[in-house]
């Protein structure tokens, strides 16, 4: 008798910890029909249609209440001809500027220069090589993002395109960026999942 309730209770104890263990949720990050849990930055227009998030209108981002450190982010995109845009991650807006430039790190959205799409970017500054660029103009595709401390992951429309190291940015909130007239940024099916370890 003694031996079974020594068993049952090891059973119990590995069958919580495999509980314990489980990844966490994922958490939707856009609702599909208003901009609730965003706040906005800059000169660009937010609104949604269809659905869709859509940014336009000129230089300008629009950041998720949200905020984390360590996580996984996915969502789909589309950029219109020539346009520039970018899926930020651990970023807050500049205090000396808060319409400005967020500070954190960019996923790049971009395919008219040299430092593309799947490119990790710092203000201002191309950072994580991405090996190459497997989107158009036009077209939807899918990010996803992997932030463990200074490791930083990207995959697009689900083959690894980009790792690097860096530990400059710690926490802060996702955003998306409108940058220049004329152009248009979309997204859609926007989600993520802390990482972070429970203190």
């Not at 990050?29 to 660009?44: E, I, Q, Y």
């Amino acid at each position: 008798m003694k031996k079974t309730s020594v068993l049952l209770f090891i059973v119990l104890m590995m069958g919580l910890n495999l509980i314990g263990e489980a990844k966490p949720k994922w958490v939707s990050l856009f609702n599909g029909k208003d901009l609730n849990g965003w706040f906005v930055r800059g000169k660009a227009t937010w609104s949604v249609k269809d659905g869709i998030l859509v940014g336009e209108g000129g230089m300008g981002h629009i950041y998720t209440d949200a905020t984390c450190t360590d996580f996984e982010a996915k969502g789909e995109f589309r950029v219109s001809a020539k346009g520039n845009s970018g899926f930020y991650f651990r970023a807050n807006p500049a205090t000396d500027n808060p319409q400005g430039f967020p500070r954190g790190y960019e996923a790049q959205i971009c395919h008219s220069q040299d430092a593309y799409t799947g490119w990790l970017w710092k203000p201002g500054t191309p950072t994580g090589k991405a090996t190459e660029l497997l989107t158009k103009d036009g077209e939807w595709f899918t990010y996803q993002i992997k932030a463990v401390g200074a490791h930083i992951q990207f995959r697009i429309n689900g083959k690894p395109v980009m790792t690097y190291d860096d530990n400059e940015y710690k926490t802060g909130h996702f955003a998306i960026q409108g940058h220049n007239p004329g152009m248009k940024i979309e997204a859609k099916n926007l989600f993520y999942r802390s990482l972070d370890k429970k203190k």
